[in-house]
């Protein structure tokens, strides 16, 4: 069992950057592959991006590409997503998860463990 912390959403206005930090805490929480997904209110929760376990491999949806950087620190149990030329339309709650899975990261139901979310809120 292990918990997801996230932090660093806010307010912007659009071409602005944000950072998103997530910190996994409890057992072997630096073996777990991790990633951003986000939900606007009328929309189903999508994916953004993922890292492996290893921090060596990054997946990108095509709205993130060339705009977002995901990566893990030193130890492993953390996680950012930098976010440059941000856009209205990225406008959602974004959330970090965790998965034991090595494969399919894009989808919901790969993921074990989920933080609370936080609000990015971009303005035109």
């Known amino acids: 069992q292990i918990r997801l912390d996230e932090s660093g959403g806010g307010s912007v206005q659009a071409g602005g950057s944000l950072r998103l930090s997530c910190t996994a805490s409890?057992?072997?929480?630096?073996?777990?592959?991790m990633a951003w997904f986000r939900q606007a209110s009328w929309k189903e929760r999508e994916f953004v991006a993922a890292?492996?376990?290893?921090?060596?491999?990054?997946y990108y949806a095509d709205s993130a590409k060339s705009r977002f950087t995901i990566s893990k620190g030193l130890a492993k149990n953390t996680v950012s997503l930098e976010m440059n030329a941000l856009k209205p339309e990225d406008t959602a709650v974004y959330y970090c998860?965790?998965?034991?899975?090595?494969?399919?990261?894009?989808?919901?139901?790969?993921?074990?463990?989920w933080g609370q979310g936080t609000q990015v809120t971009v303005s035109a």
């Open positions: 890292v492996d376990a290893s921090g060596d491999n990054q």
């Open positions: 998860a965790a998965t034991s899975r090595r494969s399919e990261y894009e989808y919901v139901r790969r993921y074990d463990y």
């Open positions: 409890g057992r072997a929480a630096g073996l777990y592959s």
